[in-house]
């Protein structure tokens, strides 16, 4: 389905931020690995989350769930032999299952989404897999992959943190469970080193053990270790609320949204510090965040690495900031959903926003005149390229049409909803 974003002058009132995709799926990972009952409150639901709950469901784990919370029974290290598993959209899933699965003795992940995640490379954590003793098979690195393990022994690993920090990840959640020791190094250079942070914070509340380097390239992770089923609490989700904040900033508006912790371990928190930065006066009030802004901004500088999922719906209010902005050490945008740098700028460009890339680079020269719009535009069927677009369309002069926007579902279904509570014109079109 697509969405038609009419200009909006003006945003007020109050949501409540979705749950945290990023922690919702780990705490679902750690809770299946677990020996025993864990209970999350206020996971959140969306296509990667979901994908988790029935990926994790598949391979053993027994789920109960109301409006508040999930229950979870662990399988510990012991997946039930499954010949297939979908995670569909979900590129952290996938890739956090494909260590699992090196726990049991032939998985095939099928590739359901070839235009978009089936075109995302998974070399670098085949390659780590594979000095475990794993046999892979693999369509050059894409899906489908199939994963033949059993009982991998732990050991000396290397993996490649320049594409994505989501392969160390995958293993940091796969070696405590090994029978040998391991010790992993990070080769190259390290993207989303917060998130990475926001994985050893939840294996540490899991009761697992891990001794990482000050600068995160070296860890030492004991064997033999047994997930503990535990009580968790989801916090609100700051990739999501980027863009809503950022909505908030290129319009005149008072808006207040619950649930962001001012002290949270998400990097895209930083969004936060930006738009301050940009002239928009945001406060904090316990865990509630309000905006009142009034559409005038100032070009910024920022290092994108540790805030990757905020970075578009940055650029978006950068397109109406008066003068140049930067946002560097974002190579890694091009390894998500789409190329997330060429193709979110070329539709961009379609509203009539003066953009340019560099490889690790989006820079953007401000029209706070706005945007002339009325034109249609292609999602790439990526979540944050169909709601960094939705900003922009509430400034331009005439309608922006956003097709197959259903996508935003990936991780924030009621995203429009949330919009319209605010006041937004945005309409989905059959």
Known sequence: MDVLVTPTPELKGSIQALSSKNYTTRYLLVAALAEGTSTIYYPAHSEDSDAMRRCIRDLGAELTEDGEKIVIKGFGSHPRDVRELNVGNAGAVL???????????????????PDSLGKRPH???????????????????R???????????????TVSGNVSSQFLSALLFLTPLLQGDSEIEVLDDLKSKVVVGQTLEVLEQAGIVIEASEDLMFYRVPGRQTYQ??????????????????????????????????KSKQGERAVVDVLRMMGTPLVYDGDDVTVRGDGRLKAVEFDGDAATDAVLAMVAAAVYAEGTS?????????YKECDRITDYLAELRKA?????????????????????????????????????????????????????????AKSYPIFFDHLQALGANVEWQE
Do not use: W
């Open 143 to 157: 899906l489908p992959i199939t994963i033949r393990g059993g009982a991998p022994k732990g050991g000396k690993i």
């Open 352 to 408: 009539g926003a003066e953009v340019e890339e560099k490889r690790d680079e989006i820079i953007v020269h401000g029209k706070p005149e706005g945007l002339e719009g009325g034109v249609e535009i292609n999602a790439h069927y990526d979540h944050r390229v169909i709601m960094a677009l939705t900003v922009v369309g509430l400034r331009c002069r005439k309608p922006l049409l956003i097709r197959d926007a259903h996508h935003v």
């Open 95 to 113: 890739r956090f299952l494909m260590a699992i699965a090196a726990l049991s003795p032939d998985v095939t992940f099928v590739n359901t989404y």
């Open 123 to 141: 070399d670098d954590l085949i390659v780590s897999l594979r000095q475990l003793g794993v046999e892979v098979d693999d369509n050059e690195g």
């Open 229 to 262: 089923a535990r009580t968790y609490r989801v916090q609100g989700d700051y990739p999501g609320s980027a863009a809503v904040l950022a909505a908030a900033a290129v319009t005149k508006s008072d808006i207040t949204i619950h649930g962001l912790p001012e």
């Open 326 to 334: 930067r946002f560097y050490n974002v190579e890694n945008l091009r």
